[in-house]
């Protein structure tokens, strides 16, 4: 009976690092090489004249190369409000249903970008969707976007009028004479300001030669600031 204790023994020293490095083998093979940061979950407070872009970043702090798939899980907010979604490579005009993003390098993070204008109305926006790596499928992540949007009594309030401009070709004119403007601004998807032009007393603007895309145009008035998002594509 000594002896019988004595090989299991044996037999069980021998065992237990299989063992534990089946595990750990199985641990990196299925565990998730990145993360998300701040969080998979974002809240921005903002007004009703204001755009709001927040970044969901996904960290990749490994050697591999990381493929992501997103998809629309949901989106709930004010029928007047506007929203657009980024990857790590391309700005979309709208929340589309879903996409491949471009291989994550070694080295490089991957990147899930909403950009939400809350026009005319107050409220609250919570836009959902999944993303997962292709190397490990069965492990969805769900990423939330909340907006609330508040009214605001201040100076730069939204104007919305039908014909304060026009466009033609690359050929920007006011149309409202009624106030005075004295800045114009191009503003891409992800917030960026890609064209910036003083007007003193000129109606007409040459405007640069851009990507056609998405874009809002924001005059900066004596008492307001007007925004309107356009679809610019030069011709």
């Known amino acids: 009976m000594l002896r019988i204790n004595t090989f299991n023994q044996r037999l069980l020293r021998q065992l237990v690092p299989v063992v534990v490095s089946l595990f750990a083998t199985a641990g990196i093979s299925y565990g998730q090489s990145y993360y998300h940061s701040p969080n998979d979950t974002l809240i921005a407070t903002t007004t009703i004249d204001h755009t709001v872009t927040m970044n969901i970043t ?117 149309e409202n004479q009624h106030e005075k403007y004295t800045k114009l601004r191009l503003i891409d998807v992800s917030g960026k300001a890609v064209f910036t032009q003083l007007i003193n007393d000129q109606q007409t603007i040459r405007l640069p030669l851009l990507p056609a895309a998405a874009y809002v145009v924001e005059l900066w008035g004596e008492k307001s600031i007007t925004r309107k998002r356009i679809w610019y594509a030069f011709d």
């Open 58 to 174: 996904q960290v990749h702090p490994t050697a591999d190369t990381l493929y992501f798939k997103w998809k629309k899980l949901s989106v709930s907010m004010p029928a007047e409000w506007e929203a657009t979604i980024c990857d790590n490579n391309t700005c979309y005009p709208s929340l589309i249903d879903s996409a491949y993003t471009l291989p994550v390098l070694p080295g490089d993070d991957g990147l899930m970008l909403v950009h939400c204008s809350a026009l005319t109305v107050p409220g609250t926006g919570i836009i959902r969707y999944t993303i997962f790596s292709l190397a490990t499928p069965e492990q969805v992540d769900t990423l939330t976007w909340i907006i609330n949007a508040n009214s605001t009594a201040s100076l730069s309030e939204f104007v919305n009028e039908k014909e304060v401009f026009s466009i033609k070709g690359d050929l920007f004119t006011l």
